[in-house]
């Protein structure tokens, strides 16, 4: 049973269109993070943030970016979405004050540029 | 250097035999050290997870794994498999050197054959 939820699971889009991908968490988490994920590769941190008003980019270069206004969301979205962006994005999220705590998964967005 | 290796991308095992899933991390210093298991069209649910103590760690569905520090690794046991168990599954670390963020593996593909 999630706690952590992303919408929309499925997303067959067109090359130019804007996008946003919904991720929203009922844990009261301070710590969200974004994921990509291709397969048989690592999951890849795209974005992170630690709270409201705080986002960061991780350890791949993405042209998406992220808001945090309310804690249990945490949007991504895509200006113009390429092929080169067909991918699964993992939506995450954890407290902050249990250091390394382990991190909650939503059950992914599968998104396909054509 | 790669921080977390994940030997064989896909292991299969027959139903009842040993589930053995490798995984082999770089840092300087103790790392905390994470399973995660990935069902299809899901997202990814913690294992289990070793930080400090004992350095054999049982997890959720008879899984466990013992951190071996001269060894760097943090290999994944399972005695008898259970066809419920062919998933993906992903090792990860997290430690200072990494900005305390969680580096995965690339993943092991587990196939049970009855």
């Given at each position: 049973e999630a706690d952590i939820y992303q919408t929309p699971r499925y997303l067959v889009i067109g090359t130019g269109k804007k996008i946003t991908l919904e991720c929203s968490q009922t844990m009261g988490h301070d710590k969200m993070y974004w994921y990509q994920q291709d397969p048989g590769m690592e999951l890849h941190l795209i974005h992170y943030s630690y709270g409201v008003n705080s986002t960061e980019k991780g350890d791949l270069s993405s042209e998406s970016t992220v808001s945090r206004i309310r804690t249990e969301h945490f949007p991504l979205t895509l200006e113009s979405a390429r092929p080169s962006h067909t991918s699964q994005y993992l939506c995450a999220s954890s407290p902050?004050?249990?250091?390394?705590s382990p991190l909650h998964f939503g059950n992914g967005t599968r998104l396909t540029v054509t | 250097a790669q921080s977390v290796t994940q030997l064989g991308s896909h292991v299969s095992v027959s139903e009842g035999a040993l589930v053995l899933l490798r995984c082999n991390y770089s840092s300087s210093v103790p790392p905390y050290l994470f399973w995660y298991v990935q069902y299809p069209n899901q997202g990814l649910q913690l294992l289990l997870k070793y930080t400090t103590g004992a350095t054999l760690v049982k997890g959720i569905n008879g899984f466990e794994a013992e951190f071996k520090k001269s060894e760097t690794s943090f290999h994944l046991t399972k005695p008898s498999a259970h066809m419920s168990d062919a998933a993906e599954y992903f090792c990860a670390v997290t430690a200072p050197e990494y900005g305390n963020k969680l580096v995965f593996g690339a993943g092991t593909i587990l196939r049970v054959k009855s």
């Amino acid at each position: 049973e999630a706690d952590i939820y992303q919408t929309p699971r499925y997303l067959v889009i067109g090359t130019g269109k804007k996008i946003t991908l919904e991720c929203s968490q009922t844990m009261g988490h301070d710590k969200m993070y974004w994921y990509q994920q291709d397969p048989g590769m690592e999951l890849h941190l795209i974005h992170y943030s630690y709270g409201v008003n705080s986002t960061e980019k991780g350890d791949l270069s993405s042209e998406s970016t992220v808001s945090r206004i309310r804690t249990e969301h945490f949007p991504l979205t895509l200006e113009s979405a390429r092929p080169s962006h067909t991918s699964q994005y993992l939506c995450a999220s954890s407290p902050k004050d249990r250091e390394n705590s382990p991190l909650h998964f939503g059950n992914g967005t599968r998104l396909t540029v054509t | 250097a790669q921080s977390v290796t994940q030997l064989g991308s896909h292991v299969s095992v027959s139903e009842g035999a040993l589930v053995l899933l490798r995984c082999n991390y770089s840092s300087s210093v103790p790392p905390y050290l994470f399973w995660y298991v990935q069902y299809p069209n899901q997202g990814l649910q913690l294992l289990l997870k070793y930080t400090t103590g004992a350095t054999l760690v049982k997890g959720i569905n008879g899984f466990e794994a013992e951190f071996k520090k001269s060894e760097t690794s943090f290999h994944l046991t399972k005695p008898s498999a259970h066809m419920s168990d062919a998933a993906e599954y992903f090792c990860a670390v997290t430690a200072p050197e990494y900005g305390n963020k969680l580096v995965f593996g690339a993943g092991t593909i587990l196939r049970v054959k009855s």
